[in-house]
Each structure stands twice: as structure tokens, then as C-alpha cells.
């Protein structure tokens, strides 16, 4: 996937995270971000990986996200291993 519709999708559950009254706020705090900063914060490829990093910890999330954009349930994590920080990891 390129970045630029890994953004895209990030930048969809962003949306998605805020319009959601149980969730906003554990993201929030899971991400040390304000509410005033995320729209500065959402030009930023790493911010946007950390959107899909807590969008991708749970199941149920993932799936209503989804379910809510029309894309298939792969798709988030496809998209955060797009961003920056999911480069493959050798651990030898």
C-alpha cells in the first residue's frame, strides 16, 4: 500500500476515533495528544501510525471501523504497516 492512502485510512479513523464518545478519550490518553493538538498533529506520518497502532489493538475496533468506511477489515493494519515505525524488525 502507499503511504499516501495509508494516510488516508489513518486519517479516516482519526475521524472515526473522534466521532466516537468511548473511545476519543482513551486515545487521547494512550497517545499523550491533546484534543487541541490533533489537527496539527494530523499532517504527521508518525501521529497518523499511532492512530493505526491503537485502532489495530482490538478486534471490535477494527471491525466497526471498517464496517463504517466499506473497507475490508485487513486494511488498517495494511495501511499502518505503510507508515513510519512498522519497518520490518530483525532481531538477531
Known sequence: MESNRAEMIALQALGWLAANDDLWPTFLGSTGAAAEDVRDRAADPAFLASVLEFLTMND??????????NIAYDTPLRARYALPGAEKVEWT
Open 60 to 69: 471490535e475496533w477494527v471491525v466497526a471501523f471498517c464496517d463504517t468506511a
